[in-house]
């Protein structure tokens, strides 16, 4: 990082210590938000240039309860090498991008994970009539990854681990990645499972060769919003934001009947803003109203853009906590 970028980020930390990004948004008029314009299924371009996808539909999540318009967001493509660094210079509000928390991230990147949206794992894609089935079939094969990630030291940890010698041939970006294997380049192709699952789609649609992911996943890979370090209320802010669409489903509300919903019971009232509950976190009573009503609930969000590709919720461990999934919240009181 030259020195002059190297200022300015520690400026916008120094910012961020110090409050105030909330206000900034609101004087703004708008949220500024990273993600990626070619990753079908997540965030995409479409051709009227409209952001589509998972992580777009968080991103107005925001937008709904800060400014109560979902559409007043300022969509800002970024690499994958220049994630963090748009976050630190101030570039960006808030990164939406399959970004995944860990420890080193959290602790260097002067970055702060806030509620995971999708939990996911790294998975390998091979051609269906490669006879391909298992990690240790790939011995001596190219695999084509995207350099710089978590993905790549994932899979060189387990190759190593288990023995398995493997040549990986890297590339900046995953979309490039999935060229390179379509170009033939390698033999299989490693990423997230629910990006496989989004190249898988792809090809078959493009009429190209069937595709076989691995049954074995070979790390978790807990993907959410990360905004930046020290900034606690504007953290809050987008933690509640995202967690009011998932207690909008437990709920049983969604964008066709939240407008009409009325408080049977405390919590409801509370949720829906009924009562002028105030919990202190910068946002208007309904927010959660804001949220639902203009992009949808969790199970809304996700069965518009991630089903169509083959990764079913129910059961999966991003279905709610009372059918067996791992998203639970806590209460709105």
Known sequence: MPPETTAAAEE?????????????????????????????????????????????????????????????????????????????SGEIDVLVRNVTFTASRDGKEASNFVYTTLYDGQGVMVPASSGIRGLEDLADANICVAQGTTTELNLTDVMRSR?????????????????????????????????????????????????????????????????????????QVVQ???????????????????????GTNPALARFLGEEGFDPGLGLPSDFAVQVVAQVGNYEEIYRRHLEPLGLPLNGSVNDLWTNGGLLYVPPYR
């Open 163 to 235: 023995g398995i010698p493997f040549n990986p041939v890297t590339f900046g970006e995953a979309t490039e990645a999935r060229v390179g294997y379509t170009a033939g380049q390698c033999e299989a192709m490693t990423s997230d499972k629910s990006a496989l699952a989004v190249f898988k789609f792809e090809i078959g649609r493009e009429g190209g060769e069937e595709q076989f992911i691995l049954p074995e996943t070979i790390s978790k890979e807990p993907l959410g919003p990360v905004v930046l370090d020290g900034d606690t209320e504007w953290a």
């Open 12 to 88: 916008t930390v120094a910012l961020s210590q110090a409050g105030g990004r909330l206000a900034e948004v609101r004087a703004r008029g708008s949220v500024r938000c990273g993600v990626r314009d070619a990753l079908p299924g997540f965030s995409f371009l479409t051709p009227d240039g409209e952001h589509e996808g998972f992580d777009a539909d968080f991103c107005r999540v925001i937008a709904a309860a800060v400014l109560g318009d979902a559409s007043a967001v300022d969509f800002v493509n970024v690499q994958t090498a220049d994630r963090f660094t748009a976050l630190q």
């Open 240 to 262: 509640w934001a995202v967690m009011a669409t998932i207690q909008a489903w437990e709920f049983g509300l969604d964008s066709g009947n939240i407008a009409s919903a009325t």
